[in-house]
């Protein structure tokens, strides 16, 4: 069965910092990988979405790549600014079945 | 605007008083889900449907059922609500193989 892992659970940067959350998974057939940012008590956001063959998609400051070999992704967020506070999750889709990791929960220090 | 949206946002009810949340996307995507979110568990999927008529089980679909009659259409019914089922409701759209967009969230409360 797909376990989804984000680390760390909580992260805490000084503004302008350059910084990388962690999301890792143990089945590799995955149709697509996909990252949320979910702001509290709202609902989630689509930041981006990298499909089984890709290895990297961009968006603005935010860049996300894909290793299925390893089982691992990342999500780079340049110049952190103190709007980007957030949980970001990531959630890998295999055979319709979407499973998401706990999410790291970011906060960027004005 | 491309949308999902949910009702109701809010809901308090009592065990054992069934109760339907409503799914709606406007964007004639195929597939469709269902999520509970709760402290220190995550988001964790309960039915999904990937078109009108055919659904499948989720990793938590124990207490729900749901039904796909109309393409942009996907409730959420709890025949038996039990206090377990406090939780944060999300309901998801998408397109095979391309990003899922997400309802606004129905926080259910079971006393």
């Known amino acids: 069965k797909q376990e989804v892992t984000q680390i760390p659970a909580a992260l805490s940067v000084p503004e302008g910092e350059n910084l990388v959350l962690n999301c890792s998974f143990t089945?590799?057939?995955?149709?697509?990988l996909q990252w949320f940012r979910q702001d509290p008590g709202k609902g989630l956001t689509s930041l981006l979405l990298?499909?089984?063959?890709?290895r990297e998609q961009t968006s603005g400051r935010l860049n996300a790549s894909l290793d299925k070999s390893s089982g691992r992704s990342t999500l780079y967020i340049a110049a952190s600014q103190p709007g980007d506070s957030a949980t970001y999750l990531c959630?890998?889709?295999?055979?319709?079945?979407?499973?998401f990791g706990k999410g790291t929960r970011l906060h960027i220090l004005p | 605007e491309a949308q999902v949206t949910q009702n109701p946002r809010y809901l308090i009810t009592v065990t054992g008083k069934k109760l339907t949340v409503t799914c709606s996307q406007n964007m004639n995507h195929e597939y469709m889900s269902w999520y509970r979110q709760d402290p220190g568990l995550g988001l964790r999927q309960i039915y999904y449907s990937m078109n009108v008529e055919v659904t499948d089980k989720g990793d938590v679909p124990e207490g729900y059922k749901v039904s796909r009659k109309e393409k942009r259409n996907f409730p959420l019914i709890l025949e038996s609500p039990s206090p377990n089922q406090t939780s944060l409701y999300f309901c998801?759209?998408?397109?095979?193989?391309?990003?899922?967009?997400f309802g606004p969230g129905t926080r259910l409360t079971v006393l």
């Open positions: 959630a890998t889709n295999r055979d319709d079945k979407i499973i």
């Open positions: 990298i499909q089984s063959s890709q």
């Open positions: 998801a759209s998408w397109d095979l193989y391309n990003e899922q967009f």
């Open positions: 089945d590799s057939a995955i149709y697509n």
